[in-house]
């Protein structure tokens, strides 16, 4: 999927800019909500680009799809 | 009284906290939760996920029980019949609670609520079974928020299944040292480059742990300076994590402690004998709890278990505790609680105070402990004296099956086959003298034709986990001393 290529080209990027040093007044809460931000609304157009292929798949091999992942039945 | 009579680990949320009253746990909510508590009841969450088994379930409980004027409600929830924490789980069970956790967050976001927290220590095991046990982490979500809980999750959960799936299973016990989950930076370190391959391994961990840490405000931040996250967008996060929580798989090797019964130190006629001396010491001993420390891939704990008595199937070797919990999920063994638990080194009381999660001493004592082909590991391989042994288990149990292993059986020979014989004292009378001091003996027969015997004791006070264990005798220590300069 192209998507997921150029997701890890940009990912690349970021690794090359290199990890920042640690310090106490420096903030990770706030860097974790706008990390979460940038990258939500990735995951949200793959996860869209995802249930198409699904529903497409379904239809042509005639199964029938939960909308959602239910993993609470699921045996650990 | 005000919180602090509250219990140890239970401080840092304003909405709340526990604490026990004449032996029953309460959990007070304090005025400030009102709204989110209304919420989670009236949207039917609450009914939703107690059903489904995924949260803890609790009754309403009288307010003149509060320990302070803030309360808005006491609550009674169901107690779980033995706490454990997330370093004394196997692969298995993590993964089970980081799966629960999400689904919990599926669920509430669908009903318009939200987890504010993903602690692994939120998350308690009945048996084989995850359950949520903080019913204050839920509030009403609002659309274009973030997660907050998020960091926590990956920290948490995804960071140290992803080191024991990618490097080595042994680095779970780095949540031992990391209270609040391994930090992400540490975790991208140790990683692998090919973890990178994994999409959500790469975003949540990798360039989580690269995303710039930003100067802490002077004054509070606005809310909305990020942008905001769509119900989508949020939902698309979490089966993202999921995914990635999912792509992670350890099996474990044939242990050598798998082997270990397959092994010549018993026949089948003494494998059964042992079997069902277990059996009869159990009836006479108390059926409460059962811990089985040393318990391999628990055979014995099963015996107990299979009673209907709730059992802690402990070892240190985590590729044991693995198939143990595989083969009770399997068979739906639900009185069977397996843990990681290195006797030697056992879990410390952590945290704020020494006072956040309990030592294994402070969990009990257990009615009855059961110690078998142990003793010889311990005091040929790790030096501890009869003395303290008997100490330690008086500390932990009121009644005791334990097996004593002479040095001319198969297995000692072996392990003293790498070491000098420095336990002159390693014989059968040393160890019911030992014994006898702390329990009555109310048992005693052969199990195997290498002298092998099971006992049955029953200690001649309560349990007193306070008590520290004895000094050693002189000749203990002299001893001890010994082979530790030998080797």
């Not at chain 2, 939760?33 to 009288?62: F, K, Q, T």
């Not at chain 2, 391959?197 to 405000?217: D, E, F, G, M, N």
């Not at chain 2, 092994?263 to 277990?278: C, F, G, I, Q, T």
Request: net charge positive; hydrophobic share 45%.
């Amino acid at each position: 999927m192209s998507r997921v290529r150029a997701l890890r080209l940009v990912a690349l990027a970021f690794l090359i800019a290199g990890a920042p040093a640690a310090h106490a007044y420096l903030d990770p809460g706030t860097a974790s909500v706008l990390f979460q931000a940038a990258i939500a609304g990735v995951l949200a157009a793959l996860f869209y680009v995802k249930e198409i292929w699904r529903r497409v798949k379904a239809f042509f091999t005639g199964e029938e799809r939960r909308s959602a992942p239910d993993v609470s039945d699921r045996n650990p | 009284m005000s919180r602090d009579a509250a219990v140890g680990g239970s401080f840092r949320d304003p909405s709340g906290f526990v604490f026990v009253d004449s032996g029953t746990l309460y959990r007070q909510v304090n005025r400030s939760y009102r709204g989110h508590y209304e919420a989670l009841i009236a949207s039917g969450l609450y009914r939703d996920l107690v059903e489904r088994g995924l949260l803890v379930p609790h009754e309403e409980a009288a307010i003149g029980l509060a320990l302070s004027d803030e309360a808005y409600k006491v609550i009674r929830p169901q107690p779980v019949p033995f706490v454990s924490y997330p370093y004394e789980w196997c692969f298995g069970q993590l993964k089970a609670a980081a799966l629960a956790t999400l689904e919990l967050q599926r669920i509430a976001l669908s009903k318009s609520m939200t987890l504010k927290d993903a602690s692994a220590y939120n998350v308690q095991f009945i048996g084989t079974r995850p359950v949520f046990i903080d019913t204050l982490s839920f509030e009403r979500y609002e659309e274009g928020a973030p997660w907050a809980a998020y960091r926590q999750f990956c920290q948490h959960f995804l960071a140290p299944l992803a080191l024991m799936a990618y490097r080595d299973v042994r680095l779970g016990q780095l949540l031992r040292a990391n209270i609040d989950g391994v930090p992400l930076d540490l975790a991208a370190r140790l990683l692998p480059a090919r973890s990178m391959a994994c999409l959500p391994i790469l975003l949540h961990i990798h360039l989580h742990a690269r995303s710039k840490p930003v100067q802490a405000p002077s004054r509070p931040r606005d809310k909305a300076s990020h942008r905001p996250i769509s119900a989508r967008a949020m939902m698309a996060l979490i089966d993202s994590l999921r995914q990635g929580i999912e792509s992670l798989r350890w099996r474990p090797e044939e242990s050598i402690w798998r082997e270990y019964y397959r092994d010549l130190s018993y026949s089948d006629a003494e494998v059964a004998r042992k079997k069902s001396l277990v059996s009869e010491f159990l009836d006479l001993a108390g059926r409460d709890t059962v811990w089985d420390l040393g318990a391999n891939t628990g055979v014995y704990s099963r015996i107990a278990a299979s009673r209907g008595i709730y059992t802690v199937c402990s070892d240190f070797d985590p590729a044991c505790i693995e198939l143990s919990y595989l083969d009770a999920c399997r068979n739906d063994e639900r009185s069977l609680l397996p843990l990681i638990l290195d006797l030697v080194n056992p879990s410390p009381s952590l945290g704020w105070n020494h006072a956040e999660r309990s030592s294994l001493v402070e969990r009990g004592p257990a009615d009855t402990v059961l110690m078998l082909a142990l003793v010889h590991h311990l005091v040929i391989a790790n030096n501890v004296p009869f003395g303290h042994l008997a100490g330690f288990a008086a500390r932990v149990c009121r009644n005791l099956i334990v097996e004593f292993v002479p040095k001319r059986d198969p297995m000692v020979e072996r392990l003293l086959a790498s070491r000098r014989d420095v336990f002159p004292e390693y014989e059968q009378g040393a160890f019911e003298a030992a014994f006898e001091r702390r329990f009555t003996i109310r048992r005693r027969d052969a199990v195997t034709a290498t002298g092998r015997m099971l006992y049955l004791m029953t200690s001649k006070k309560p349990a007193d986990p306070r008590e520290g264990s004895e000094p050693a005798a002189f000749q203990d220590r002299v001893a001890a001393a010994a082979a530790r300069a030998s080797t």
